[in-house]
């Protein structure tokens, strides 16, 4: 995660925490909660907590408390063997170590992460995948074209309907299915970039 600003920096946010454990936000002048503050952490919003009476930053803390009604709501991502390792890390010799590495850790997952995102994004917009899904969907229609001509079982009218009226379906079928093939191809060009 990028370093944080100091309080009063532009951009940063300051939300005063008062004796009552209501949270303040001074750029809005209003009290908020946890989930908002948890809300603005996932669009990267930048904020800082103070201690209303003493001005004391306690931005960990309440990071921490979000963490835990997380936890506590069954969306649970740090597992037990996690926590564990964690604890037993306090008073150790290295503690001072634990959150410069965690730091790196999560930045690089965060990169890995990101660069994922793009290479699907990437994939699916014009790129190998894409041309793939054009090749086999022009198979696909060639081959129900061809398995008509020849009678194959299953691209035949069923005994019991009309020759006319089972073209009829199965031309309905074929127009579904394209209607579906190109709803699909609309949703993988909304993923390029």
Partial sequence: MAKSKAAGESGT??????ANRRL???ETSSYITLDLLSQMT???REFVVLD??????ITHNVLTQIIMDEEQRGKNMLPVNFLRQLISMYGD?????VPQYLEQSM??????QQQFQEA???AFAGGPLAEIAKRNMEMFEAATTAFKAKGIPGFEAPA????????????DEIAQLKAQLASLNAKIEKLAP
């Fill in 120 to 122: 699907m994004q990437g």
């Fill in 24 to 26: 303040y936000n001074t």
């Fill in 160 to 171: 019991s309907a009309p020759a006319s009226e089972a073209s009829a379906e199965k031309d």
């Fill in 107 to 112: 930045e690089a997952f965060r990169k890995n």
């Fill in 93 to 97: 010799s290295m503690q001072s170590m």
């Fill in 42 to 44: 996932r669009e990267g």
């Fill in 52 to 57: 209303a009476k003493s001005n004391e930053d």
């Fill in 13 to 18: 946010v300051i939300i005063k925490k008062y």
